[in-house]
């Protein structure tokens, strides 16, 4: 087995003195498709943002691709939740893509041709190369989102994060979005954060539940029949998330 | 306009707001989309504080008042990177002690009489031909450093955490980024007042945030923009005889709301068309 991509060991996190994190244990490997669950509050993004190095732990070690995560940041492509609140903000589509060729680029080039088309061929992958010379303050939720996703995917990352990337996409769209993710994840790690297993569950390799603690429940827990996916959470000792589906949607309830 | 650009005063306010108010488009545009307007105005009112302090202690003018801002102003900036939260309270207190405290000291110099009025309004038309070379310099440095440094600038100015994880130096470059604003605040305060530079700051570059493309077009645009309100401002004091500084900000307010104004009806007429 290779070295895994991030290796987190033992790590707590505290926020103004509470306890969000605790004890976390999590080994990515090369080629996952995690899926990061839990309730709000639960410490998903706070997790993320260890991992980018953002945070510093308050105990425990973290290693991203065998180095300390602020050295090995640029090895990943982040898709934050809230994609920006200033409307107004003078930027293109494509400029906020470019934004992922930062660091390493020459200063004085300007803007670099070759960057720029590779920006383009991205936002293209995407479905959104129409919106290249749009201001994003112009996009729909479900557009401006591809944008955030192309302006990960640019930086050519080994990891890609994503922290609940179908808040602002509807169903149909959830659906191509997701296929769209498992196409990526043949040379990409991925780890998104979602509230919804249901839409994700037929496409990630395993599951990890947050609460403060976290269990990762591996491959052979969800595969199988959707009627197993649905109920990962069953060894309540281990795990920190419970899950009830009775129909749609199920609910993620707290810690228990 | 041309008739009275025949007196040397004239020519000499002319270009010290024309100058300011490229400074003004450039720092402005940073000023807005990070949203340090109130920033700006606490620097810009503690500065006084630095000049009671010169004028008290007998140093150079303009050392004292820049070091005073510049010390001012990076606690305000550790204050705001520290806790988020509590930043406009801090800002609020340092604006109103920096103020106070020049006040006082200029109460305790022996002989010496503060002309608030000059200070908060500035002098434009009795600008020495100095003064316009300090100020070319300010708006050259300010243009190159801005230049070599956009991208970065760009991408701590839309998404500070995407811009840590790519690298770049966040921390530094916004207190540089606040450094340079508080350098730049005093300097042109000395020549058109402080509330012309809050003014020339914050209207253009709003008017020009909506319509603007990137922020290179942004600070092009507000300079441009600040250099009409500042000639047509100027011509309205010279022609009926009204104080500059306030002409000036009385057409870049006119300017403000009738782009307003012209937003909500054309908003309106696509709106129509569309429903």
């Known amino acids: 087995m290779t070295a895994p991509i991030v290796s987190i060991t033992d790590v707590s996190f505290a926020y103004n003195g509470q306890t969000v994190l605790q004890d976390i244990h999590l080994d990515i490997g090369q080629g996952d498709f995690i899926a990061m669950i839990g309730p709000n509050g639960g410490g998903k993004t706070t997790l993320l943002?260890?991992?980018?190095?953002?945070?510093?732990?308050?105990?425990?070690?973290?290693?991203?691709?065998?180095?300390?995560?602020?050295?090995?940041?640029?090895?990943?492509?982040?898709?934050?939740?809230?994609?920006?609140?200033?409307?107004?903000?003078?930027?293109?589509?494509?400029?906020?893509?470019?934004?992922?060729?930062?660091?390493?680029?020459?200063?004085?080039?300007?803007?670099?041709?070759?960057?720029?088309?590779?920006?383009?061929?991205?936002?293209?992958?995407?479905?959104?190369?129409?919106?290249?010379?749009?201001?994003?303050?112009?996009?729909?939720?479900?557009?401006?989102?591809?944008?955030?996703?192309?302006?990960?995917?640019?930086?050519?990352?080994?990891?890609?994060?994503?922290?609940?990337?179908?808040?602002?996409?509807?169903?149909?769209?959830?659906?191509?979005?997701?296929?769209?993710?498992?196409?990526?994840?043949?040379?990409?790690?991925?780890?998104?954060?979602?509230?919804?297993?249901?839409?994700?569950?037929?496409?990630?390799?395993?599951?990890?539940?947050?609460?403060?603690?976290?269990?990762?429940?591996?491959?052979?827990?969800?595969?199988?029949?959707?009627?197993?996916?649905?109920?990962?959470?069953?060894?309540e000792q281990v795990c920190p998330v419970e899950l009830v589906a009775h129909g749609l949607p199920h609910r993620v309830l707290k810690d228990h | 306009m041309i008739e009275a650009l025949q007196f040397e005063f004239m020519r000499n306010a002319l270009a010290a707001g024309l100058l300011a108010a490229v400074i003004c488009g450039i720092m402005g545009t940073l000023v807005v989309v990070n949203r340090t307007v109130f920033f700006s105005g606490g620097i810009a009112h503690c500065a006084y504080g630095g000049i009671g302090l010169a004028v008290y202690c007998g140093w150079p003018f303009l050392p004292g008042t820049i070091g005073f801002s510049l010390a001012a102003a990076l606690v305000m900036a550790g204050v705001s990177l520290k806790a988020k939260h509590r930043a406009d309270t801090i800002i609020g207190v340092v604006w109103a002690l920096g103020m106070a405290f020049g006040i006082v000291l200029l109460d305790l110099s022996p002989g010496y009489h503060a002309d608030l009025m000059s200070y908060l309004f500035g002098s434009i038309l009795t600008v020495p031909g100095s003064d316009l070379w300090m100020m070319l310099a300010i708006g050259v440095g300010i243009a190159v450093l801005v230049a070599l440094y956009y991208k970065d600038l760009l991408a701590l100015s839309y998404d500070e955490e995407f811009a840590r994880i790519r690298g770049v130096p966040v921390t530094a470059l916004y207190l540089t980024m606040i450094a340079l604003l508080a350098v730049t605040i005093v300097l042109v305060i000395e020549v058109v007042g402080l509330i012309l530079v809050i003014a020339l700051l914050t209207i253009p570059p709003f008017i020009v945030e909506r319509h603007a493309r990137s922020l290179m077009q942004m600070m092009v645009g507000a300079s441009v923009l600040g250099c009409l309100f500042t000639a047509a401002g100027l011509w309205l004091s010279y022609r009926f005889d009204l104080t500059s500084g306030a002409s000036i900000i009385m057409v870049a307010g006119i300017g403000f709301f009738m782009t307003l104004a012209i937003e909500r009806i054309a908003g309106r007429l696509t709106h129509t068309k569309r429903g």
Not at chain 1, 168 to 175: K, L, N, P, V, W
């Open chain 1, 49 to 235: 943002k260890l991992i980018l190095g953002l945070l510093k732990p308050d105990r425990g070690k973290i290693r991203v691709l065998g180095q300390p995560p602020e050295k090995a940041s640029s090895a990943i492509g982040y898709v934050p939740q809230n994609v920006h609140i200033n409307r107004d903000f003078p930027i293109t589509a494509i400029d906020v893509v470019l934004m992922g060729k930062l660091g390493g680029s020459k200063r004085w080039s300007g803007s670099n041709t070759g960057d720029r088309r590779e920006a383009l061929t991205v936002l293209e992958r995407m479905d959104a190369g129409g919106l290249a010379g749009k201001k994003i303050g112009d996009l729909s939720g479900g557009q401006r989102q591809r944008v955030f996703i192309a302006r990960a995917l640019v930086t050519r990352p080994k990891l890609l994060l994503l922290d609940e990337p179908t808040a602002s996409i509807d169903t149909r769209g959830q659906a191509d979005f997701y296929t769209l993710l498992k196409a990526l994840n043949q040379d990409v790690t991925i780890v998104v954060v979602s509230h919804d297993l249901l839409a994700i569950s037929t496409y990630v390799k395993s599951v990890a539940c947050v609460n403060k603690c976290l269990h990762h429940h591996h491959q052979a827990e969800i595969t199988g029949q959707m009627i197993d996916i649905l109920y990962p959470c069953t060894v």
